[in-house]
C-alpha cells in the first residue's frame, strides 16, 4: 500500500499548484540601436504596460501569453560625438508586441516566499518610427526611404515591414503576498531581426538623389543638419548605421499577479 500512497501524494502536491493565473505590469522600456552611442540609455526611457495570461503546471513550468504597449525613442542630440550631434536625427515609436514565453520558477514557491525565475519565448511586434519635421509636422519615415528604398540605384534596399518577429527573454522575482496574490519585479530583453526600430540601419544617400527620387521630406529628414548642402552632406556610402547589429528594446517594471484558478 505505501507504494501507491506516496506517489498519489506526490501526485496531489503538484497538481494543487496548477491553475490560471493573470498579471498586469508597469514600468518603463528602452531603446539600443543606432541613435544610441555607448548605451547612453536613461534618455530612451518611456512608459510602458504588459498584460499576461498565464498556466501554473506545477508550480515550477509556467505558460503564459501577454500583450505589451511599448514606447521607444531615440535622439542625436543625447549622443557626445559632433559628427551624431551635427546629423540631428531622432525618432519615436509606439511598439504593440504580443507574445507566448515559458517560465521557469528556480526554487519550489512551496517553500519558499520570495524566489527568482527566468523566461523566454517568442513573439510579433509592430512599430512605426516617426519624427517631427522642420514644421513641427509628425511625419512617420518608413514611407519616406530616408536610405534609398525604392530607388532603382540601390536594388538591394528594400522597404522594411513593420511587423516582425522578436524572441523575448528575461529574469525576476516573486514575493508571494499571500494565497492569492504575488508583487514580482520583471526585467525582459528583446532580440529583434530588424535594424530598422530607428529607421537608421546602413549609409547615406546624397540629397540630390533623395530630392530627385524621394522628394524634398525625405532628403529633409535624412541628414538632418542646420543649412545644410549638397556639398556639405555625407556623400553615398558613408556610414549612416550599423546593420550588423541590430536594433533592441528592453521593458522593466512590477507586477502583480492574481491566481484565478487551481485545478
Known amino acids: 500500500m505505501k507504494l501507491f500512497i506516496v506517489p498519489l501524494l506526490l501526485i496531489a502536491n503538484i497538481c494543487s499548484g496548477q491553475g490560471w493565473e493573470a498579471e498586469v505590469m508597469a514600468g518603463t522600456s528602452g531603446y539600443i540601436g543606432d541613435l544610441t552611442e555607448k548605451l547612453r540609455l536613461v534618455n530612451t526611457l518611456r512608459p510602458a504596460a504588459n498584460f499576461n495570461v498565464k498556466y501554473n503546471f506545477d508550480n515550477i513550468i509556467i505558460m503564459r501569453a501577454g500583450i505589451s504597449w511599448i514606447n521607444v525613442a531615440g535622439n542625436d542630440k543625447n549622443n557626445k560625438r559632433e ?11 509606439t511598439v504593440w508586441e504580443a507574445n507566448i514565453c515559458g517560465e521557469i520558477n528556480l526554487l519550489e514557491p512551496r517553500y519558499f516566499y520570495s524566489y527568482p525565475y527566468v523566461f523566454f519565448g517568442v513573439g510579433i511586434f ?5 519624427t ?7 511625419t512617420y519615415l518608413q514611407p519616406l526611404g530616408t536610405e534609398g528604398q525604392g530607388i532603382s540605384g540601390y536594388p538591394n534596399r528594400k522597404t522594411y515591414s513593420t511587423l516582425q518577429l522578436c524572441l523575448p527573454l528575461g529574469a525576476g522575482w516573486k514575493l508571494k503576498l499571500n ?4 508583487v514580482i519585479y520583471e526585467f525582459g530583453y528583446r532580440i529583434l531581426f530588424t535594424d530598422y526600430l530607428d529607421d537608421v540601419s546602413t549609409t547615406y544617400v546624397r540629397t540630390k538623389t533623395l530630392l530627385e527620387s524621394k522628394g524634398p521630406k525625405t532628403a529633409e529628414l535624412a541628414y538632418r543638419e542646420d543649412h545644410v548642402s549638397d556639398d556639405r552632406h555625407p556623400y553615398d556610402g558613408k556610414v549612416r548605421g550599423n546593420p550588423k547589429i541590430k536594433d533592441s528594446y528592453f ?8 491566481r484565478l484558478s487551481r485545478d
Open 179 to 182: 494565497d492569492k496574490y504575488d
Open 251 to 258: 521593458f522593466t517594471g512590477v507586477k502583480l499577479l492574481m
Open 126 to 130: 509592430h512599430f512605426d518610427p516617426y
Open 83 to 93: 559628427d551624431l550631434k551635427r546629423r540631428n536625427l531622432n525618432f519615436k515609436s
Open 132 to 138: 517631427y519635421d522642420k514644421d513641427n509636422k509628425k
